[in-house]
């Protein structure tokens, strides 16, 4: 790769982390003003990065149009298939993925063990129930507060085993551990004799994309050890995420050379 291409991507990388003067890129980059304007212009001429008033570069739309249909062209389920059939082989269990309109959760995937001794009687396109499964409450929590409580206050709450929750009260409840954990559980709440944990696949932009889980009967392992394959499950997510374009957030800080203030504004038509 050029190293023009290279120092274009990093200078886009920088702009995507708060607005910088010309004189703030090029000290960070080490490299003369005139060489990071000749970039910039080229990036400002594609709609990649735009200048204010001000004389500070920020993104540009046509790098949100990019990004949207980067969004759009993102196949969750076949982005998933590889890392999610070794997380069933080393696990020996079964794993569901679901999707979430923004009302109702849907599996769009299921991978069961080769030699299944019990087979789930959850089928690809049947709903999940938010309020007693462990995909349900994932995408649940994954709402502002706002929106999972006006959600929660109009969904339907049947009984279907004697620890499904009951209630907008409990369900709110059980979300906002989730949104603190980083991951959900189904305790015999939708079948009688499965146990469940689940938790959250990452887009680019954060929010959540897909809800994955792992489905054990009673009869194989104990809820307690089917808490214990959490571990599994987040290496798992965090590898779908990543594959999804999904980046973690960058310890707080702010990079050298990108301080706002630190130079006059330059004139960027006249470098020196």
């Known amino acids: 790769m050029s190293q023009s291409l290279l120092r274009a991507i990093a200078l886009l990388e920088r702009v995507a982390g708060g607005t910088a003067t010309l004189g703030e890129l090029a000290e960070a980059e080490g490299v003369h003003k005139s060489t990071v304007l000749r970039l910039l212009r080229v990036l400002e001429d594609s709609g990649y990065v735009q200048r204010t008033d001000d004389f500070r570069y920020s993104l540009g739309p046509g790098l949100f149009r990019l990004a949207q249909q980067a969004l759009d062209d993102i196949d969750v389920r076949a982005l998933a298939a590889p890392r999610l059939r070794r997380l069933r082989d080393d696990v020996g269990q079964t794993v569901h ?99 469940c944990v689940g938790a959250p696949v990452l887009g680019p932009d954060g929010r959540v994309l897909a809800a994955v889980s792992i489905s054990v009967p009673d009869v194989l392992l104990p809820r307690e050890a089917v808490h214990d394959l959490v571990p599994h499950l987040l290496s798992a997510t965090q590898d779908v995420s990543r594959a999804c374009g999904y980046l973690p957030a960058p310890p707080t800080g702010t990079e050298p050379g990108t301080e706002p203030g630190t130079e006059p504004r330059p004139d960027e038509e006249s470098v020196p």
């Not at 849907?106 to 299944?116: G, I, N, Q, S, W």
């Not at 001794?117 to 709402?143: D, E, Q």
């Not at 502002?144 to 709450?157: F, H, K, Q, S």
């Not at 603190?180 to 709440?189: L, V």
Request: glycine share 4%.
């Open 97 to 195: 993925v679901a999707a979430f309109d923004g009302r109702t959760a849907t599996y769009v995937d299921k991978l069961e063990p080769r030699d299944a001794a019990v087979r789930m009687a959850s089928r690809i396109g049947s709903p999940a129930p938010l309020h007693c499964t462990a995909v349900g409450k994932v995408f649940l929590a994954a709402l502002p507060v706002p929106e999972r409580e006006a959600l929660a206050a109009t969904l339907d709450y049947p009984r279907l085993t004697p620890n499904t929750l009951a209630s907008p009260q409990e369900l709110l409840a059980a979300a906002a551990e989730v949104a603190r954990r980083g991951w959900a559980h189904d305790d015999a709440e939708n079948e009688t004799f499965i146990n």
